[in-house]
Nanobody, 122 residues
């Protein structure tokens, strides 16, 4: 089993920056691919970025060029650097993990989830 704990959420000004973190523990060998998802009020949860153990990444069009996903394998930590956030980026942000290296933003294939961290954009 994998435990994921997000941190770093809070209030950020539009055009500013914020970095989210996700600490992984437990069966780390099952975290070949990790991703960030978000859910805004009244909307479905959407995948926005994912990275695999080879360092390959994909992004949703909504965040491409503004957000950067990265990982520190030595610290078992996933990051999401949010630059130039917009009001529409406000949501609860979740990290997720799955076994297997292929990249996907489809949430149903991710068995492990964190509890989420709130991001508010003013």
């Amino acid at each position: 089993h994998v435990q994921l704990v997000e941190s770093g959420g809070g209030l950020v000004q539009a055009g500013g920056s914020l970095r989210l973190s996700c600490a992984a523990s437990g069966s780390i060998y099952s975290t070949d691919c990790m991703g960030w998802f978000r859910q805004a009020p009244g909307k479905e949860r959407e995948g926005i970025a994912t990275i695999n153990s080879y360092g390959m990444t994909i992004y949703a069009d909504s965040v491409k060029g503004r957000f950067t996903i990265s990982s520190d394998n030595a610290k078992n930590t996933l990051y999401l650097q949010m630059n130039i956030p917009k009001p529409e980026d406000a949501a609860i942000y979740y990290c997720a993990a799955r076994d297997g290296w292929y990249l996907t933003l489809t949430e149903v294939v991710y068995p492990y989830w964190g509890q989420g961290t709130q991001v508010t954009v003013s």
